[in-house]
């Protein structure tokens, strides 16, 4: 039976920051002129309501995040789905001190690299798949989504297939914010104010097995109906102006989505079919979220272009990148020199970065972090299944390993989300000390892989007690 949480979890004030301590210009500034500060920062996803109660972190610790106002949170979104490791791991702080010692940074451009760039590389190579030994670094997930597009079209171009230029990705999918990364994104809200969606990119249905809102023919499945989408968009654009098909293995900021049996079978398949490079967006499922080292193991996809950020430094350093197939390898290391792959960003391999990204991959195998990440999410899983049963406004318990989430909805019958419920819940949980993630009718956890039993369960308890106070 669940405990309530409320008198463990409420209202703790922070430990000491020796941190704090020690710097003065931070000494200068209480809680309220920091808040008064950050009134000078345009924030990522930004309305000037949000910014007011923002909070404003110091310290972390494992799963906890401490505020300047004095508050201990239990981060159940590992920050943005990346904290992999936790916070506070002072190994890897000790790695980039060394390395900036060394050289925190040079030009990666060719003719130029550095050690910890080569190592990761080395290291990467044949990680993912076999037949993937080639990375290109970036600082992240948007910069890796442009790295993938614009490759895929190289690829297509130095085959004299110069047509093939269009991206096909998913609604509700999310990859980022770049122009590009934007237009890929399966949001509207995210395109509206922004110009729209740039020409040459498409967005078909997600496979979502609870709410799919497409045309199911006579003994269709989700899967069945939402890959047929895709071959009709194919054939609509015309396979010779197709360049690639981009998905997260699981949607994450799309609300945890996870895609109808069979999907992936029927999309590579497609793909092959209209010779269509599939590229899997690993920013989020990558490096141990799911439970396996990358989302594309647990459903046996094989893409041609694998893109990777977050988990990668676990958030210690801004670091992403693609790795393609040795084909791909292939027809880029055979372009004529006047040709060259003509891309690439200042901190591409940037040392300090790469040598976190090194030490942050042994710290995952050598803590057992995958295996945590299954025996947690399993339990956390078991959590939230017993908040569906307890509550008959939230649905649709799902997850794989420490990436989960649930439905606030009207009632089981209709499955009608509610938004503005979620929100509620997740602002009641913040109250009381437990960071969760709202994201339409969907609130999402994604906490550090190195979440304890008893962490997950202050989880469930909390998000009970939040309920009940928000829906009542
Ligand atoms: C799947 C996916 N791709 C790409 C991105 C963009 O990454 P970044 O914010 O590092 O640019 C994100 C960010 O959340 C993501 O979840």
Redesign the pocket.
């Known amino acids: 039976m669940r405990q309530s949480n409320l008198s463990a979890n409420c209202g703790m004030l922070c430990d000491t920051i020796e941190a704090r301590k020690e710097r003065p210009e931070m000494n200068a500034h209480t809680h309220a002129t920091l808040i008064e500060q950050d009134r000078q920062q345009l924030h990522p996803m930004y309305h000037p309501s949000r910014t007011e109660n923002a909070v404003m972190v110091e310290k972390g610790d494992g799963v906890w995040l401490y505020t300047t106002d004095g508050r201990k949170i239990l981060d159940s979104m590992a920050s943005?789905?990346n904290v992999n490791i936790g916070y506070g791991n002072h190994e890897l702080a000790q790695v980039a001190y060394e390395q900036m010692l060394d050289i925190a940074y040079s030009s990666g451009f060719a003719g130029m690299t550095n050690p910890p760039s080569a190592a990761l590389a080395d290291k990467l190579a044949g990680f993912f798949r076999p037949n993937m030994n080639f990375t290109n670094f970036t600082s992240?997930?948007?910069?890796?989504?442009d790295t993938s597009f614009k490759t895929a079209r190289f690829y297509w171009y130095q085959l004299g297939k110069v047509k093939k230029t269009k991206i096909i990705s998913r609604l509700t999918?999310?990859?980022?914010?770049?122009l590009a990364?934007t237009s890929a994104t399966g949001m509207s809200k995210f395109h509206t104010m922004f110009g729209g969606v740039m020409p040459g990119f498409i967005h078909v249905r997600n496979p979502n097995p609870y709410r799919y809102e497409g045309e199911l023919r006579d003994g269709e499945t989700v899967a069945g109906a939402a890959a047929r989408e895709l071959e009709e968009a194919i054939l609509r654009e015309g396979p010779d102006t197709v360049a690639a098909f981009i998905s997260?293995p699981i949607q994450?900021?799309g609300g945890v989505m996870i895609a109808d049996e069979g999907y992936y079978d029927l999309v590579a398949a497609i793909c092959k079919k209209y010779e269509v490079l599939f590229i899997a967006?690993e920013?989020?499922c990558g490096f141990g979220r799911t439970g396996n080292w990358f989302g594309c193991d647990a459903y046996g996809i094989n893409p041609d272009i694998m893109?990777f950020?977050?988990g990668v430094t676990s958030g210690y350093m801004?670091l992403?990148g693609i790795q393609v197939t040795d084909e791909i390898r292939d027809v880029i290391n055979g372009a004529p020199d006047d040709q060259s792959w003509m891309h690439g960003y200042t901190y591409s391999g940037h040392a300090a970065a790469c040598a976190v990204g090194i030490a942050n991959i042994d710290i995952i195998k050598r803590d057992g972090l995958l295996e945590n990440s299954r025996v947690m999410g399993q339990r956390l899983l078991e959590g939230l299944g017993a908040l569906v049963d307890e509550f008959p406004n939230i649905d649709n318990a799902r997850g794989l390993g420490l990436m989960a989430g649930i439905d606030v909805v009207q009632s089981k019958e209709s499955r009608a989300g509610d938004p503005d419920t979620a929100e509620k819940i997740s602002a009641a949980a913040l109250e009381m000390g437990l960071r969760a993630r709202p994201i339409g009718p969907a609130i999402a956890f994604a906490p550090p892989l190195c979440i304890t039993a008893d962490e997950v369960d202050i989880i469930i308890n909390t998000m009970g007690d939040a309920i009940t106070r928000a829906s009542g």
């Open positions: 943005l789905w992240g997930g948007s910069e890796s989504s999918g999310y990859h980022g914010m770049t990364a997260e994450g900021a967006d920013v989020i893109q950020a977050k801004p992403g």
